[in-house]
């Protein structure tokens, strides 16, 4: 890897692309645990969907696009405003209670919403017509509500979205102690990690921030349920440890993700 020329960067700036490191690093340490149970909840979902309704094994459907499955109006999702939806746009994207003759889609909904530890999937990022096809689209019902519509796998999602899903489907609660009802649990302050790194005025951090960013992304990694045994977790963190330690040390693609990362 190339060494970014200390000329160039400040301290504080200096500090600013460790920390985008950082949280970059800590979200590739946590993107296999979080596919792996999203993908499990979703082929869960599909068996117990056909076996409840008596349906053969890997009965599928790919029509029933999320404004099918939304009710009208639904708060935060789709607003009527002057008698017209904005979000269900014409009648093919319609809420249809009946839905299709199998309800798979409906029952979908439902086992989602069950989940949510605040029964407010974000609809509006997912593309429901994929839900048994890519894992993923599943995933973005437990991110924030906008811009994540194009996300189509964890690599393209950002370290708030890969947090917001930990945070929102409760299953996760099962593998982690940290208690995920706290509103000050560590998760969320990781989460604001990330915004306040990203959405800073200037691409400067002050040491003592930079110490206290570090040590709390340590302690998610090292959270004792699961990820303190988990290979990738693991890895991310003495990526952390020898990144706060050293030189910074960045090759030049690296460089440009972080400074992708940063305006998105």
Request: with cysteine; hydrophobic share 35%.
């Amino acid at each position: 890897m190339a060494s970014v020329n200390p000329i160039l960067l400040e301290k504080e700036t200096s500090n600013w692309v460790k920390a985008q490191l950082a949280v970059l690093y800590t979200k590739e340490g946590l993107e296999p645990f979080v596919c792996y149970e999203i993908q499990q909840f979703q082929l869960k979902c599909l068996d117990d969907i056909c076996y409840n309704n008596g349906l053969l094994s890997g009965t599928l459907c790919s029509s029933c696009c999320a404004e099918n499955l939304v009710k009208c109006p639904t708060n935060k999702i789709c607003n009527v405003g002057r008698g017209k939806c904005r979000y269900h746009r014409n009648a093919a994207t319609r809420f249809n209670p009946a839905g299709r003759p199998n309800k798979i889609c409906h029952n979908f909904t439902t086992e989602i919403q069950n989940v949510h530890r605040y029964s407010d999937p974000s609809y509006k990022n997912t593309d429901a017509t994929l839900w048994y096809g890519n894992f993923w689209e599943v995933a973005k019902c437990f991110m924030p509500p906008d811009g994540y519509a194009d996300k189509a796998s964890s690599a393209e999602t950002d370290f708030n979205g890969i947090i917001s899903i930990i945070l929102n489907h409760k299953a996760f609660q099962g593998k982690i102690k940290e208690d995920l009802n706290n509103k000050i649990n560590m998760f969320e302050r990781a989460r604001d990690i990330g915004n306040d790194v990203r959405h800073s005025s200037k691409p400067e951090v002050e040491d003592l921030d930079l110490k206290k960013y570090f040590h709390l992304l340590r302690q998610l990694l090292s959270d004792p349920k699961y990820l303190a045994q988990d290979t990738h977790a693991q890895d991310a963190k003495i990526k952390l440890t020898e990144l706060e330690n050293g030189p910074l040390v960045i090759s030049e693609q690296c460089m440009e993700k972080v400074l992708r990362d940063s305006k998105q």
